[in-house]
């Protein structure tokens, strides 16, 4: 019903930069939150960045004045641009949405996973 696609990830150096999108599609009426979260190789996924649908935004710590989260609501997209990217910061990006489809469910979607990689 909804699908969330990926894009962005990529190998850059440390100090780097890159840009991450996700697109929403499919019977939405309405997505509320977005975010995205990362997971490194036997480690749980970890929330990097959130929105909600007034725009409000959570960093996490390790991440705070060098990600910026935003959305584009007419496009049904989400961005997070990385800036002086660490070696740290390796890992899976998996996008996420809360989402209300044309049948009125309330669903929470995950993207296929973008992987970014940091070398020193």
């Known amino acids: 019903q909804v699908q969330l696609v990926e894009s962005g990830g990529g190998l850059v150096q440390a100090g780097g930069s890159l840009r991450l999108s996700c697109a929403a599609s499919?019977?939405?009426?309405?997505?509320?939150?977005m975010g995205w979260y990362r997971q490194t190789p036997g480690n749980g996924r970890e929330p990097v960045a959130t929105?909600?649908?007034?725009?409000?935004?959570n960093y996490a710590d390790s991440v705070k004045g060098r990600f910026t989260i935003s959305r584009d609501y007419a496009k049904n997209t989400v961005y997070l641009q990385m800036n002086s990217l660490k070696p740290e910061d390796t890992a899976s990006y998996y996008c996420?949405?809360?989402?209300?489809?044309?049948?009125?469910?309330?669903?929470?979607?995950w993207g296929q996973g973008t992987l970014v990689t940091v070398s020193s």
């Open positions: 996420n949405a809360e989402v209300l489809t044309t049948s009125y469910r309330r669903l929470e979607v």
């Open positions: 929105i909600t649908e007034s725009g409000s935004t």
């Open positions: 499919g019977r939405i009426v309405k997505i509320n939150g």
